[in-house]
């Protein structure tokens, strides 16, 4: 049990891992702001639980948040945070979250009913996707900037913090970013571009 890679806070940057599209996570890791976030992704890793060990390792001594997705026991065994992608929060979660992750995990949404029962299983923030463009979904449709917004406004309305995801290039980051409506932004190769 890694007890200290606990998130105690919520962290603005959140870097997703993929080791298709972004395969060397551990200089991404270096290269970020700290008190960053990383989300362990990686569904089909042959060797998730042991590359979750390293990651949280890694965090924990790098001053980082770690979460892990789609696996609340993975996350609870690792004492890390939890990321629920949508499929997860479509319906009633099979196992509450845990008393220390309520407040402080992350799920995925991309419309109201999505955001609502994020709110509603205990999550302190969404990621709201995808914003635009992006390499991760290249044929999803886009909320756009105007979508984004109304999405945001629900989510803040409900208690929930906002995560931009999908397409951030650094004009588009800073353009969200002027409007006070975005607590922080996430995505796999968009650190190296801000």
């Not at 931009?164 to 969200?176: D, E, F, K």
Request: glycine share 8%; net charge positive.
């Amino acid at each position: 049990m890694f007890s200290s890679a606990r998130p105690t806070l919520i962290p603005r940057r959140l870097l997703i891992t993929d080791s298709d599209r972004f395969p060397d996570w551990q200089a991404a890791l270096a290269r970020l702001p700290m008190a960053s976030g990383v989300i362990l992704r990686d569904y089909a890793h042959p060797h998730r639980a042991e590359l979750g060990e390293r990651m949280a390792r890694a965090c924990r001594q790098k001053g980082h948040v770690f979460f892990v997705a789609g696996d609340l026991a993975l996350a609870t065994k690792l004492g890390a945070g939890y990321h629920a992608p949508a499929y997860q929060t479509r319906h009633p979660l099979r196992h509450p979250l845990p008393p220390p992750l309520r407040g402080r995990s992350l799920a995925a949404a991309h419309n109201k009913a999505e955001v609502n029962r994020a709110a509603q299983h205990g999550f302190g923030a969404v990621l709201i996707s995808p914003v635009f463009a992006t390499a991760s979904h290249p044929n999803a449709p886009c909320l756009g900037v105007y979508g984004f917004f109304d999405l945001a406004n629900h989510a803040t309305r409900r208690g929930l913090r906002v995560y931009a995801l999908g397409g951030m290039t650094p004009q588009n980051h800073r353009r969200l970013a002027a409007s006070g409506q975005v607590y922080g932004f996430a995505g796999i190769t968009t650190f190296n571009n801000l």
